[in-house]
């Protein structure tokens, strides 16, 4: 069994709105799925949904995670089991240094594992942050400044890998991490999940473009639309999707946005 | 700040932690007056205390007064106050220590629970501790008193310094400036008196702390500080009581001047109960090139009012208001500041942060004053309000009044709530939902945290931690 399997998956919106119309997916540790579709496909509504947002139901389906069903679970928990997501906008909290936050962070998750207070010896904290950002070119200055207050978006993209390296999560999951990023920035967050994704760690890399595939090589493509993985295949189909479009796999009628 | 968070966080409590009582003390006293107010119990209080003349007539006209006006009718709903039920004056002890030791065990029980004696000895340079009417407890380390510096609560400043106090008590204030000041102005009991010579910089900080113990007590201390040329000061208050199902009355008036190149600081963390009426009058006046700085926090009592202001009365005089109100279920803070620019060139900032949730309603009401001739006056006044949920209210009353053209003014305000996607964010990195919230209050906050020595920034989280915890799910 998959460290992450999605059996029959529904969401829906609060007033009712279906989004994801039934998903099957296995992501295991040391694999790299890419999930490609159009906008509005849906595909960011199951990023949220598999980590937990409160305003997306799941109305039907089995997320597993370890073999657990964390459908019931809060965002909080499902993170504490070693799930993480890399959002397409991080959200800024004025205030809180990114020390401060990661800290608190890796104490809570700690604090889940080790069922009590665990904290990080401030010495270890420091030197593994430190390490961390050498590794993923995080600039110094980053580590006092508040959490995505005021951020670059290639800082916010940055400051995302920076928590999925320290945090070890078993499955990440990554929203558009690509979008906005220019060349030096992707490779750097590529490198990122390059590095990451091994015995201890699985990733699925949701994205509009074929570009970041070109940094992190996936070992299965699966095309979304309309709410649906309507087909898998190796890393040939993100070329095929990069020549083609979406169109072939788009019902006729329906729009897809550039 | 950072190191010490998960110890914040370990030490939340979701209930009031200060809201214990001595029980059967009332049998302990050693003077209790009777219930409410009137002359004969002004009389009895200066009688008691053996004051000069003066202050006798002071009392007296200032009961007057106090009788004689309304009760206001904005801010908070102060008309709830059974002033006929208030115990006004309370001697709990017949002499003062200066031994943490030689208090009776209760008493001495009550300070080690709070842990003053313990913070005495880390980080302070001197200690009042109030205890109903009277400092019950005071010490001034030894170096600073041969410097000079005078530490001592007011009835022992009026006794040993009463030049001085009569040369500036009610200068100030008037004791008819306000309904409870001129209350306090007639009953009056303990609080500070500081005086910092010339070029006298006290680097750790003073600390008066008062606890309320009885229930329908009325504590009315005074404080006077005295900041002389280049010297320095950083006074520090805390505040709290047993939680009672009627209600207490805290009324102080608190003034300060600051002579010329002189620097005061004055912090106040109160976490009252919530059945405490906290209703206190502070001003300062600084003059040329001195600064004043309030920093402000309320977290407990059921109602405050309170706008700590600052005259700015000479050339290039600085002052500060840094506020925080945190308003829970049953509480509304009516905080805020006030600044008079009165002398040219003289800067100001007042920064308040509000919060409000479960119903509480917190505030910002300020006054920002410039007097014609006050040119080059510069003022910024930023007030953020933080609502966390719907049932909860926050306004912001920020009134303006300038007189002169060469000024440069300005001022911004803006409420938000704790948005869904910021909490989403911060639990999806497994944080609860909270110690997201407090995550975010704290930061929230932190502008005027960061301003706080190490161990009061501590304190003011968490209390924050302990306001939060029990507010979500």
Same mark, same amino acid.
């Given at each position: 069994?998959?460290?992450?399997?999605?059996?029959?998956?529904?969401?829906?919106?609060?007033?009712?709105?279906?989004?994801?119309?039934?998903?099957?997916?296995?992501?295991?540790?040391?694999?790299?799925?890419?999930?490609?579709?159009?906008?509005?496909?849906?595909?960011?509504?199951?990023?949220?949904?598999?980590?937990?947002?409160?305003?997306?139901?799941?109305?039907?389906?089995?997320?597993?995670?370890? /073999?657990?069903?964390?459908?019931?679970?809060?965002?909080?928990?499902?993170?504490?089991?070693?799930?993480?997501?890399?959002?397409?906008?991080?959200?800024?909290?004025?205030?809180?240094?990114?020390?401060?936050?990661?800290?608190?962070?890796?104490?809570?998750?700690?604090?889940?594992?080790?069922?009590?207070?665990?904290?990080?010896?401030?010495?270890?904290?420091?030197?593994?942050?430190?390490?961390?950002?050498?590794?993923?070119?995080?600039?110094?200055?980053?580590?006092?400044?508040?959490?995505?207050?005021?951020?670059?978006?290639?800082?916010?993209?940055?400051?995302?890998?920076?928590?999925?390296?320290?945090?070890?999560?078993?499955?990440?999951?990554?929203?558009?991490?690509?979008?906005?990023?220019?060349?030096?920035?992707?490779?750097?967050?590529?490198? /990122?999940?390059? #590095?990451?994704?091994?015995? #201890?760690?699985?990733?699925?890399?949701?994205?509009?473009?074929?570009?970041?595939?070109?940094?992190?090589?996936?070992?299965?493509?699966?095309?979304?639309?309309?709410?649906?993985?309507? #087909?898998? /295949?190796?890393? #040939?189909?993100?070329?095929?999707?990069?020549?083609?479009?979406?169109?072939?796999?788009?019902?006729?009628?329906?729009?897809?946005?550039? | 700040?950072?190191?010490?968070?998960?110890?914040?966080?370990?030490?939340?409590?979701?209930?009031?932690?200060?809201?214990?009582?001595?029980?059967? %003390?009332?049998?302990?006293?050693?003077?209790?007056?009777?219930?409410?107010?009137?002359?004969?119990?002004?009389?009895?209080?200066?009688? *008691?205390?053996?004051?000069?003349?003066?202050?006798?007539?002071?009392?007296?006209?200032?009961?007057?007064?106090?009788?004689?006006?309304?009760?206001?009718?904005?801010?908070?709903?102060?008309?709830?106050?059974?002033?006929?039920?208030?115990?006004?004056?309370?001697?709990?002890?017949?002499?003062?220590?200066?031994?943490?030791?030689?208090?009776?065990?209760?008493?001495?029980?009550?300070? !080690?629970?709070?842990?003053?004696?313990?913070?005495?000895?880390?980080?302070?340079?001197?200690?009042?501790?109030?205890?109903?009417?009277?400092?019950?407890?005071?010490?001034?380390?030894?170096?600073?008193?041969?410097?000079?510096?005078?530490?001592?609560?007011?009835?022992?400043?009026?006794?040993? *310094? &009463?030049?001085?106090?009569?040369?500036?008590?009610?200068?100030?204030?008037?004791?008819?400036?306000?309904?409870?000041?001129?209350?306090?102005?007639?009953?009056?009991? $303990?609080?500070?008196?500081?005086?910092?010579?010339?070029?006298?910089?006290?680097?750790?900080?003073?600390?008066?702390?008062?606890?309320?113990?009885?229930?329908?007590?009325?504590?009315?201390?005074?404080?006077?500080?005295?900041?002389?040329?280049?010297?320095?000061?950083?006074?520090?208050?805390?505040?709290?009581?047993?939680?009672?199902?009627?209600?207490?009355?805290?009324?102080?008036?608190?003034?300060?001047?600051?002579?010329?190149?002189?620097?005061?600081?004055?912090?106040?963390?109160?976490?009252?109960?919530?059945?405490?009426?906290?209703?206190?009058?502070?001003?300062?006046?600084?003059?040329?090139?001195?600064?004043?700085?309030?920093?402000?926090?309320?977290?407990?009592?059921?109602?405050?009012?309170?706008?700590?202001?600052?005259?700015?009365?000479?050339?290039?005089?600085?002052?500060?208001?840094?506020?925080?109100?945190?308003?829970?279920?049953? =509480?509304?803070?009516?905080?805020?500041?006030?600044?008079?620019?009165?002398?040219?060139?003289?800067?100001?900032?007042?920064?308040?942060? @509000?919060?409000?949730?479960? $119903?509480?309603?917190?505030?910002?009401?300020?006054?920002? =004053?410039?007097?014609?001739?006050?040119?080059?006056?510069?003022?910024?006044?930023?007030?953020?309000?933080?609502?966390?949920? !719907?049932?909860?209210? @926050?306004?912001?009353?920020?009134?303006?009044?300038?007189?002169?053209?060469?000024?440069?003014?300005?001022?911004?305000?803006?409420? @938000?709530?704790?948005?869904?996607?910021?909490?989403?964010?911060?639990? @999806?990195?497994?944080?609860?939902?909270?110690?997201?919230?407090?995550?975010?209050?704290?930061?929230?906050? &932190?502008?005027?945290?960061? %301003?706080?020595?190490?161990?009061?920034?501590?304190?003011?989280?968490?209390?924050?931690?302990?306001?939060?915890?029990?507010?979500? $799910?």
């Amino acid at each position: 069994m998959a460290f992450l399997e999605i059996k029959n998956l529904h969401v829906a919106l609060e007033d009712g709105t279906e989004i994801v119309k039934g998903v099957d997916l296995a992501v295991d540790l040391n694999e790299k799925h890419a999930i490609m579709g159009p906008n509005g496909s849906g595909k960011s509504t199951l990023a949220y949904a598999l980590m937990g947002h409160p305003a997306y139901e799941i109305t039907e389906g089995q997320i597993l995670l370890d /073999g657990e069903n964390i459908v019931e679970a809060g965002a909080d928990e499902r993170a504490q089991k070693g799930l993480f997501l890399a959002f397409q906008y991080p959200h800024a909290i004025p205030g809180v240094t990114v020390t401060s936050f990661l800290r608190s962070a890796i104490n809570a998750i700690r604090k889940a594992r080790a069922g009590k207070d665990d904290p990080i010896p401030v010495k270890e904290f420091r030197t593994e942050i430190l390490a961390a950002m050498e590794r993923l070119k995080v600039p110094r200055e980053l580590a006092s400044r508040y959490l995505n207050d005021g951020f670059s978006g290639g800082e916010k993209k940055r400051v995302e890998i920076l928590q999925m390296a320290l945090l070890q999560p078993k499955i990440a999951i990554l929203d558009e991490t690509d979008s906005g990023l220019d060349i030096d920035a992707l490779r750097i967050v590529a490198n /990122g999940v390059n #590095e990451l994704v091994g015995a #201890e760690m699985g990733a699925l890399v949701i994205t509009h473009y074929q570009r970041i595939l070109n940094y992190v090589t996936p070992d299965k493509v699966h095309v979304f639309v309309g709410g649906r993985i309507v #087909e898998s /295949g190796g890393p #040939e189909l993100a070329e095929r999707l990069e020549a083609e479009g979406y169109d072939a796999w788009v019902p006729q009628g329906e729009e897809v946005a550039a | 700040m950072t190191q010490t968070e998960t110890d914040v966080v370990k030490g939340i409590r979701s209930e009031y932690q200060y809201g214990f009582a001595n029980s059967d %003390e009332a049998e302990n006293y050693f003077f209790k007056s009777g219930r409410g107010l009137s002359h004969e119990l002004v009389e009895a209080i200066a009688e *008691h205390k053996n004051e000069p003349d003066w202050m006798r007539k002071f009392r007296h006209r200032s009961l007057d007064y106090f009788l004689a006006r309304p009760l206001p009718t904005w801010g908070g709903n102060v008309a709830e106050i059974d002033f006929d039920n208030i115990y006004y004056y309370i001697k709990p002890t017949e002499k003062q220590a200066d031994r943490w030791e030689d208090l009776p065990a209760d008493i001495l029980d009550t300070w !080690d629970k709070l842990g003053i004696p313990e913070a005495e000895k880390k980080y302070l340079a001197g200690v009042g501790a109030q205890y109903e009417s009277e400092v019950v407890y005071h010490k001034l380390q030894a170096d600073l008193e041969e410097k000079g510096v005078i530490f001592l609560d007011m009835d022992s400043a009026l006794r040993d *310094h &009463e030049d001085i106090v009569k040369q500036y008590m009610g200068t100030i204030i008037p004791q008819n400036d306000n309904k409870f000041a001129a209350l306090n102005s007639a009953v009056w009991s $303990g609080g500070s008196f500081i005086y910092v010579p010339p070029g006298v910089k006290i680097e750790l900080p003073l600390q008066a702390y008062f606890r309320i113990n009885a229930e329908n007590m009325g504590q009315f201390e005074r404080t006077l500080i005295i900041v002389d040329e280049d010297a320095y000061v950083h006074y520090v208050e805390g505040c709290t009581a047993p939680i009672y199902s009627s209600d207490s009355l805290h009324s102080a008036v608190v003034e300060i001047v600051v002579k010329p190149r002189g620097r005061c600081r004055y912090t106040t963390i109160q976490n009252w109960s919530n059945n405490v009426f906290n209703l206190v009058t502070k001003r300062a006046v600084a003059y040329e090139d001195a600064t004043m700085e309030w920093v402000d926090g309320n977290l407990g009592s059921k109602l405050t009012m309170k706008y700590p202001a600052i005259w700015l009365m000479g050339d290039r005089a600085h002052g500060e208001v840094l506020s925080i109100a945190f308003a829970g279920k049953g =509480q509304h803070q009516d905080a805020g500041g006030k600044v008079v620019h009165a002398a040219p060139r003289t800067t100001s900032v007042i920064t308040s942060k @509000s919060i409000s949730k479960n $119903g509480g309603r917190a505030g910002y009401r300020g006054l920002l =004053q410039v007097a014609k001739g006050a040119h080059g006056a510069k003022s910024k006044v930023v007030c953020d309000a933080l609502i966390l949920d !719907d049932e909860s209210r @926050s306004d912001t009353y920020p009134y303006i009044q300038v007189d002169e053209n060469d000024v440069d003014l300005g001022h911004e305000a803006t409420v @938000s709530k704790i948005g869904e996607e910021q909490l989403f964010y911060l639990m @999806s990195r497994g944080l609860s939902e909270a110690e997201a919230s407090a995550m975010i209050v704290s930061g929230f906050v &932190e502008p005027i945290t960061k %301003e706080l020595p190490l161990e009061y920034a501590v304190e003011l989280n968490r209390l924050i931690q302990l306001q939060m915890e029990g507010s979500v $799910g």
